[in-house]
């Protein structure tokens, strides 16, 4: 990444754990610590956006909450343009969030099926500017409508009367009425049609470039990754493994699960798509209440040694692109 541009978050060994109580009845029984995301380092430029990648439960999600501050982070720090978000008061975090939205996996579960779409979106607004005229309010939020695509004559109607793919596009103006800086997009497009999911991407990179927007894009597709992105985090269990720039890593990726990874995604030529090797992952996902001694990936990767076993790797290259391996 180009030092030209501004660095607007920089996270420093971050660590996410939740301890888990007990089920033996044994009354000296220690709770267990069940390590959501241990030990993230990235950093995130303006206008540019962030793909994070990996299986169910690899820790994505925690790791947006965590930066949002919608989950305590238990160690390490999260740089804000130059303040600490982990170390802020509630009332100053609070303030912090019209800088920083998030837009939500489920859509409709996402939106209050009691409120209509007016006040849906106007709800930050009358949150954080309590002194806005009901006229104002309503002209930023019929402005917002137009750049999501929503016509302003469905104002007054209700999450239950939209499609999937309309209720996103509520989901998406609803975080940028405060004209934030960064949006934290948690899997946005996982519960729609694969039409929709386009629609959807595109909109999000026309409003990036429009606003000046920067993005941490979460997903499993990483085809839409790929589209999306200009660097990409792949975490597994908790961990990342690989961090890179999105043609860097989809043209010579270097970690073993990234690999696998990448041998999954279907390729537009019937041909190449017919011939090609997918690398099959044998075992189930270790639990992070008692992950693997060393690589946590080593009791699932083709070409673990003995070494992996005893010795924990940590990402080693440059902002380019860096991975986490031994061999």
């Known amino acids: 990444m180009s ?25 000296w029984a220690k709770p267990a610590t069940l390590k959501a995301v241990d030990g993230v380092n990235l950093k995130l430029y303006e206008g540019e956006t962030l793909g994070v990648v990996g299986e169910s439960g690899c820790g994505k999600s925690t790791l947006a909450r965590a930066i949002i501050g919608l989950v305590p982070a238990t160690e390490g720090s999260v740089v804000w343009m130059g303040q600490d978000l982990t170390k802020l008061a509630k009332e100053d975090l609070r303030l912090k969030r019209k800088e ?14 009691r409120m209509n779409v007016g006040d849906i979106i106007a709800e930050p607004l009358k949150t954080f500017y309590p002194n806005l005229s009901k006229d104002e309010v309503k002209e930023q939020v019929k402005e917002m409508m137009a750049k999501v695509g929503l016509l302003p004559n469905v104002i007054n109607r209700y999450p ?38 386009a629609q959807v991407v595109n909109l999000l990179k026309e409003l990036q470039r429009e606003l000046g927007l920067s993005l941490v894009f979460i997903a499993h597709d990483l085809s839409i990754v790929k589209h999306i992105s200009d660097r990409v985090l792949v975490m597994y269990l908790g961990n990342p493994v690989e961090f890179a720039e999105c043609d ?3 043209t010579a990726p270097k970690h073993p699960y990234t690999k696998a990874l990448m041998s999954a995604v279907p390729i ?10 997918i690398q099959m992952l044998e075992g189930d996902l270790p639990s992070p209440i008692n992950p693997p001694s ?13 070494l992996c076993a005893s010795d924990k790797p940590l990402l080693k290259g440059d902002q380019r692109h860096a ?5």
């Open 160 to 197: 239950h009367e939209f499609s999937g793919g309309q209720c996103q596009r509520i989901g998406i103006a609803r975080a940028l009425i405060l004209k934030p800086k960064m949006i934290i997009c948690d899997e946005p497009v996982s519960a729609l049609d694969v039409s929709i999911q």
């Open 100 to 113: 920083i939205q998030m837009i939500f996996q489920d859509p409709l579960a996402s939106l209050n099926p």
């Open 248 to 250: 860097a890593l989809f």
């Open 3 to 27: 030092n030209e541009k501004k660095l607007i978050l920089d996270i420093k060994n971050l660590k996410v754990q939740f301890s888990i109580p007990s089920t033996s009845l044994l009354p």
């Open 268 to 277: 537009p030529d019937p041909k190449i798509e017919r011939n090609k090797t």
């Open 294 to 306: 060393g690589c946590v990936f080593r009791t699932r990767c083709p070409v673990a040694s003995e």
């Open 323 to 327: 991975y986490a391996c031994l061999l």
